[in-house]
């Protein structure tokens, strides 16, 4: 069966993003605000410096702390205490995790991305139903946050409700035709329900979309050996070679497998 490979680059890179925002957003107050927001913009540098570093709990008491003297400004509140949550993902404590996009929502009850990595969280604790209704009122603060859409798909994946899940998809790829992620998840998704012939199409797309990712082919791979087309599984296994030979190793076996 298709197996979808997580890779942390994604997640770092959408970190990288929520640091990028709450410093932009203390620039803009310590033109008009004191003390406090200048601590907050000292110990964010200092949250940067850690994590570039891999000290990862010094950033996140950075963060929590920038979240305590911040707290009379929402948002930076908010926004600090999801980049020490998504630190506490990245180190895989989860349940660290959710707690503190909790707390980030109960700062910023309108802050979209904290719900959505509240969702992201409780996924990973495979507490899916609670997930489901985080992702929800991301989509409902902001309809065009296309990760809360699509960790619904996701989601509804990893109850084994694929006709949801295709459904969601479906609607991720119409409302953002240029996320490959959909396209992808998608192919799973079909293949899955034992429909690998329609679910190649959805591969190509996503490849052609985005040709770096080796996850892409992987899941190309595994939908054309359901197909019993090994000329093709074998070139996508080529492919993998090239960005992730750990990966083609696997892939490699299953392809041996098929053959045998």
Known sequence: MPRRIVQLSKLNQLFSAGVMVLAFALATLAQTAGDAVKEAQRLTRVAQTAE??????????AYETIALIAKSSPAIASSALVNAGGLYMRTGRFDKAANTFRAAVAANPGSAVAQNNLGEA???MKQYQAALRAFQQAVNLDSSLVRARYNMGVTYERLGQMKYAEFVYKIVIREHPDFPLAYDS?????SKSGRPRDAIAYHQKAIMLNPGDPTFHYNAAVSY???GDIRNAQE???QVEKMDPAMAE???VM???RQN
């Open 52 to 61: 570039a570093q891999n000290r990862n709990d010094d950033a996140i008491k």
């Open 250 to 252: 696997h892939l490699a």
């Open 236 to 238: 996508q296994k080529r």
């Open 122 to 124: 409780l996924g990973e």
């Open 186 to 190: 998608l192919g799973v998704t079909l």
């Open 225 to 227: 050996l359901m197909l």
């Open 255 to 257: 392809i041996a497998k």
